[in-house]
Nanobody, 119 residues
Framework: QGQLVESGGGLVQAGGSLKLSCAAS????????MGWYRQAPGKQRELVAH???????NYADSVKGRFTISRDNAKSTVYLQMNSVKPEDTAVYYC?????????????WGQGTQVTVSS
């Protein structure tokens, strides 16, 4: 298994909600930020949201007001609450964790979880 384990994806009807979670293994230290990216078929990967260890958040314009990112630093877990989902939210969602340690940054990636929004 990978160092990031994602869960919570699945099929949801447009207008509905679901929550993704991503837990980092104990081997990852000095986490500076955690976030979510997504990639739809035929499209490039894009940032959905991220949150720093201090709680600062950033969202893609397409999800502002609908998605909420949160984290539990003690558990090294990040969540993405997805509300009012749209068909265009359909994609594989990848968890990202950035470790900043001794002057280096390193990104870890989850295996991806499929989110499919039906009409």
């Amino acid at each position: 298994q990978g160092q990031l384990v994602e869960s919570g994806g699945g099929l949801v009807q447009a207008g509905g909600s679901l929550k993704l979670s991503c837990a980092a293994s104990k081997s990852i230290f000095s986490i500076s930020a955690m976030g979510w990216y997504r990639q739809a078929p035929g499209k490039q990967r894009e940032l959905v949201a991220h949150i720093t260890s201090g709680g600062r958040t950033n969202y893609a314009d397409s999800v502002k007001g609908r998605f909420t990112i949160s984290r539990d630093n003690a558990k090294s877990t990040v969540y993405l609450q997805m509300n009012s989902v749209k068909p265009e939210d359909t994609a594989v969602y990848y968890c990202n964790v950035r470790s900043s340690w001794v002057g280096h940054d390193y990104d870890y990636w989850g295996q991806g979880t499929q989110v499919t929004v039906s009409s």
